[in-house]
Antibody, heavy 119, light 108 residues
Framework: QITLKESGPTLMRPTQTLTLTCTISGFSLSRSGVGVGWIRQPPGGALEWLALIYWDETKRFRPALQSRLSITKDASRRQVVLRMTNMDPADTATYSC???????????WGHGTLVSVSS | SYVLTQPPSVSVSPGQTARITCGGNDIGNFRVHWYQQKPGQAPVLVVYDNDGRPSGIPERFSGSNSGVTVTLTITRVEAGDEADYYCQVWDSGGDHVVFGGGTKVTVL
């Protein structure tokens, strides 16, 4: 069974750096074509793609947020880590990770984790 | 960057057909994917590559891309189909993922 599970802080202060971990099972981060993406959704809002990392370390970022984002993977630990700097209340959202097999869509999603940003 | 436009809401009676559109510049050149998201749940892929249906998705869900119009069609709508639906593409020009704004389907 393929699963992804997000973990990280639930409450952040403005200007802090968010670190989220996506732990996978049922597939390999080393397999050709495989990637893991991060998507967020503000309360009552739409899905917003943030970043994507592929098996070969290729990375892609949402242009408007590229300067604040970084993404890494550790295949042996089966984890993908997203970092977002300078958090703001507008970044309050549910953050989810999802798998792609290289065909441009996400076929399996984690349940997401709500991150609130407040002073 | 590329923009996908969806109607905010669609209402349909049980047993009828719901059609959700997704618009974008030259959208015929894209492979469009659709997700269903029920309240409090993770999105689920219901259509990929314009008209592909993942295993386990009912045949009532279908997609089309005429080159001008992209549509997710749900036939014989059930109460359980009430959800938000999002279209998505890979914008190869910008090399990134784009989601539409979502359409809330209400079953009357």
């Amino acid at each position: 069974q393929i699963t992804l599970k997000e973990s990280g802080p639930t409450l952040m202060r403005p200007t802090q750096t968010l670190t989220l971990t996506c732990t996978i099972s049922g597939f390999s981060l080393s397999r050709s074509g495989v990637g893991v993406g991060w998507i967020r959704q503000p309360p009552g809002g739409a899905l917003e793609w943030l970043a994507l990392i592929y098996w070969d370390e290729t990375k892609r970022f949402r242009p408007a947020l590229q300067s604040r984002l970084s993404i890494t993977k550790d295949a042996s630990r089966r984890q993908v880590v997203l970092r977002m700097t300078n958090m703001d209340p507008a970044d309050t959202a549910t953050y989810s990770c999802a798998r792609t097999t290289g065909d441009g869509y996400f076929d399996v999603w984690g349940h997401g984790t709500l991150v609130s940003v407040s002073s | 960057s590329y923009v996908l436009t969806q109607p905010p809401s669609v209402s349909v009676s049980p047993g009828q057909t719901a059609r959700i559109t997704c618009g974008g510049n030259d959208i015929g050149n894209f492979r469009v994917h659709w997700y269903q998201q029920k309240p409090g749940q993770a999105p689920v892929l219901v259509v990929y590559d314009n008209d592909g249906r993942p295993s386990g998705i009912p045949e009532r869900f279908s997609g089309s891309n005429s080159g001008v119009t992209v549509t997710l069609t749900i036939t014989r709508v059930e109460a359980g189909d009430e959800a938000d639906y999002y279209c998505q593409v890979w914008d190869s020009g910008g090399d990134h993922v784009v989601f539409g704004g979502g359409t809330k389907v209400t079953v009357l």
